[in-house]
């Protein structure tokens, strides 16, 4: 590439309409000349090859990706991973935005992704380590998604709850239950005060627990949690499973008993997200399996925030994510990041609830409270309701009373005094300190 063909993937902001262009931030290690790297990273993710042998024509100024801005952060004696690569040449860390004409593959995610985090992004010549760190949508782009049908205020308006956070609880054990078994401790749950019991991210339709029988059995304990409490109460159902199966599954969820539904987002692909967020009526609840893999490494890969983002675009109501704490391997300023792109203004796409999540208990409640900064949060304990020396219906009752200390501004260890569940929690924390 000549010196005049590198000056067609530079632009400025100004010189553009940036309604037509995805912004796209990377952290990107270039080896040899830096701005060369950059129109071939540029290129290879847009067009390629932009005019015809021997025709007099130019698809860069419609089809080009182009870089409006880039930052040296320093040079570097070698790449930061061991990633094999033919070019030679001083390396060199950069921050760099990159403007990306949405005509190329329009509202469709599985294209989108194959552009900006596809072959050309990560086979570039001269820029052999790549991260992702984040994507800006046009008002122009986001009105052809729908987003949550739901979101945060249509899930409180369900529940009736308003003023504090959303108690769900993962059933434990998660593998190995009979369906009735399992309902059975669901509405213990939901009897000590919690909101939503769920499956397990890796509890789905299975040959000794299938989708039918156990929602049958949940759907049933739901109401009868329902009647006894005066509450309204969610059975979240997992119907993770084959892409062509994932309506009639959610047909079969629903019809007995379930009234919101749990996906493995990146396992079944946004897409599928997006297909059943149309089609469904309950609200649609995403795990994060598989996102670790690329998201981890601080300077390869994709930044978990892409993919939180793109998992709220697609029309989840509600997105589960690793929580704070060394549990999750999950530096506590992207857990705040990832919480943000749930809430944060995203043109006519409504709010999802965020619901940081990693072994937490009536323990960690205040301090997930203080670090999301609002009540607008899940919190989804697992063993921490339903590993409660008292069992699963105390448990949730420990949540509650947490919550309570906090709006009465009294410690948890001054309210467990006349609250014994909140005690027992306390007492089983200390034992385990001591062994």
């Not at 309570?404 to 467990?416: D, F, L, R, V």
């Amino acid at each position: 590439m000549n010196a005049e063909d590198v000056k067609g993937f530079f632009a400025s902001r100004e010189s553009l309409d940036m309604e037509q262009y995805l912004v796209l931030d990377y952290y990107l290690e270039c080896v040899g000349d830096i701005e060369t790297a950059l129109a071939h990273f540029c290129s290879e993710q847009s067009t390629a090859q932009w005019k015809r042998v021997g025709v007099d024509e130019d698809f860069r100024p419609m089809h080009a990706a182009k870089v409006i801005d880039y930052d040296v952060i320093e040079e570097l004696e070698q790449l930061s991973y061991p990633v094999k690569h033919s070019e030679t040449g001083k390396i060199h860390a950069c921050r760099v935005t990159i403007a990306h004409p949405h005509c190329n593959f329009g509202p469709k995610i599985p294209n989108l992704l194959t552009a900006v985090c596809g072959e050309g992004t990560y086979f570039t010549p001269g820029v052999p380590v790549v991260k992702l760190m984040d994507i800006h949508f046009p008002d122009t782009y986001l009105a052809d998604f729908e987003g949550p049908k739901f979101g945060i205020d249509g899930l409180r308006n369900i529940l009736n709850a308003h003023g504090r956070p959303i108690f769900f609880g993962v059933v434990k054990p998660n593998i190995g239950l009979s369906p009735e078994e399992f309902s059975e401790i669901a509405y213990q749950s939901w009897l000590g005060g919690l909101d939503i019991a769920k499956d397990d991210e890796m509890l789905a339709d299975v040959t000794w627990s299938s989708i039918e029988e156990r929602a049958a059995h949940l759907g049933k304990a739901r109401r009868k949690a329902e009647a006894e409490t005066g509450e309204p109460k969610i059975y979240l159902a997992n119907i993770t499973d084959e892409v062509d199966s994932l309506m009639e599954k959610h047909d079969i969820a629903v019809r007995n008993g379930a009234n919101a539904l749990l996906i493995n987002a990146l396992p079944v692909g946004l897409s599928a997200v997006r297909m059943l967020s149309n089609y469904t009526q309950v609200p649609l609840i995403g795990h994060f399996p598989f996102i670790a893999s690329f998201s981890r490494m601080e300077k390869y890969g994709i930044h978990s925030k892409v993919m939180t983002k793109l998992q709220r675009l697609a029309g989840l109501d509600v997105v589960i994510m690793p929580g704070f704490g060394d549990r999750m391997m999950t530096p506590e300023e992207e857990v705040i990041e990832n919480v943000i792109e749930c809430t944060k203004p995203m043109g006519r796409i409504k709010p999802c609830l965020p619901v940081p999540g990693g072994s937490d208990s009536a323990l960690t409640l205040e301090t997930v409270w203080r670090k999301v900064g609002s009540v607008d949060f899940g919190f989804v304990p697992g063993r921490g309701v339903f590993g409660h020396p008292m069992g699963p219906r105390a448990g949730a009752k420990s949540i509650r009373q947490a919550w309570e200390a906090i709006e009465q501004g009294i410690s948890i260890e001054t309210w467990a005094e006349t609250h014994p569940e909140l005690q027992a929690m306390i007492d089983q924390s200390a034992l385990k300190k001591q062994d």
